[in-house]
Structures are given as C-alpha cells and as structure tokens.
C-alpha cells in the first residue's frame, strides 16, 4: 500500500506563530520525502525534500523526518500571510512516481 | 530560474473529443511524468518517462492515455475520447538524477 495520510485542515493561525504541519505514511521503501506548496490554481512548487531521518533547514522552514515512526513534518517559524497554501507531504523513490498526501490547507492571519 | 511549461492553461473540449496537453520539461532534465488533480482531491500520479518510453503508469493511465516526446523539448499528454471524468488539473513534472520533481503549473481541462 502506497499511501500517504495528511490532516486537510484548515489550519488557521496568526501571524508570526509557528506551523506545524504532519504527514504519516506506510511504505517504507520509499526513500525520499518532499514538502510542495501549491497555491491556488498553480502547480506544486517544491519547498523541502530530504533523504534521511534527521531535520534540514531551509531559513524558516524545517522539514523533519523520522522513518521509525514513519511520521514527516514541516515547520514554519515567523509564518506570513504571504505563507497561506496548501502544504502538500509526498515521497518516493529515486525514479519512481511521487505519492502524495491530500494536503493541508494553511490560512495564516495578519 | 528554470521551470517546467505548460500550454494552454485551460482547455474545454466536449466529451469524446481528443485532446492534446502540452509541456516543456526544464532542458537538461531526463525523467519526465504526468499528475492529475481532481478538484478537492489528492495529486495522483499518471505516467513516467524516460529515455524515450514509458518507465511506470498507474491504473488510470489506460488505452485512452498516450504520451509523446515528439523532439527535443516538448512532452505531451494525449487523452483520445475524452469523458466527462477526465475533467482536472493535468500536472507535468521533470528531474534530473537524483533531484526532486519540479511541477509546471498545470492545465486545466473541463470536458462539456
């Protein structure tokens, strides 16, 4: 099974709080992970991916991934209205297709 | 920066028409796919492409799908009778080794 779960939302919040956002998923041979953002009616837009268990940063963003628990999350510090998307988790294989979760849609108010 | 093309953004065409979507991948990358997004729901994946042929397809790329890489830049989607189901968002995604995927911004298809 091939699935990635991701909580929808909406996730509201204000301005300058911290985010974050979760992702679980169950196949495990699948190495990579990537956070996309997606605005709306434009294509995801890759904001993270990593390969191991660990965190990378990324100025504001975090993206941390624990593969015994099979659980990835996105962080965003000091969020921003101009941060208000939809955050999509995705992982694969080196080639093969993306899966995605469902996404989760963030409203960051001012 | 270099991003990956796709035209038209929109297309309507009646059900049982053929359509053609099209992409221009970023230049050096290799691997070039195909996503589709229902409206409301998850980034599905449709086909995968590499050194000319078809690597992966999923369930939803059936006798109806076709993909092409005509010459050197362009990657297309072709869907030969369309159904009122096939109305999406179409994604086309390209990397090079060892790189995440990058998305263009989609076409939008409405089967009347």
């Known amino acids: 099974q091939k699935e990635v779960e991701q909580d929808p939302g909406p996730l509201s919040v204000p301005e300058g709080a911290i985010v974050s956002l979760n992702c679980t998923y169950s196949?495990?041979?699948?190495?990579?992970f990537m956070w996309y953002r997606q605005y709306s009616r434009k294509g995801p837009e890759l904001l993270m991916y990593?390969?191991?268990?660990g965190n990378k940063e990324d100025g504001r963003f975090t993206a941390q991934v624990d593969k015994s628990s099979k659980y990835i999350s996105l962080f965003i510090r000091d969020s921003q209205p101009s941060d208000s998307a939809t955050y999509l988790c995705?992982?694969?294989?080196?080639?093969?297709?993306?899966?995605f979760g469902s996404g989760t849609r963030l409203q960051v108010q001012p | 920066e270099p991003e990956v093309t796709q035209t038209p953004s929109h297309q309507v065409t009646q059900m049982g028409q053929e359509v053609i979507l099209r992409c221009v991948p970023i230049?050096?990358?290799?691997?070039f796919y195909w996503y589709r997004q229902i409206l409301g729901q998850k980034v599905e994946f449709l086909v995968s492409?590499?050194?000319?042929?078809?690597?992966?397809k999923s369930e939803i790329f059936d006798d109806q799908f076709s993909v092409e890489r005509p010459d050197g830049s362009n990657f297309t989607l072709k869907i030969r009778s369309t159904k009122l189901e096939d109305s999406a968002m179409y994604f086309c995604?390209?990397?090079?080794?060892?790189?995440?995927?990058?998305f263009g911004d989609g076409t939008r298809l409405s089967i009347l």
């Open positions: 995604a390209s990397r090079d080794e060892e790189q995440p995927q990058h």
């Open positions: 196949n495990s041979a699948f190495q990579y």
């Open positions: 990593t390969y191991s268990s």
């Open positions: 995705a992982h694969g294989g080196g080639r093969r297709a993306l899966t």
């Open positions: 230049s050096n990358h290799l691997y």
């Open positions: 492409f590499y050194n000319n042929e078809i690597s992966e």
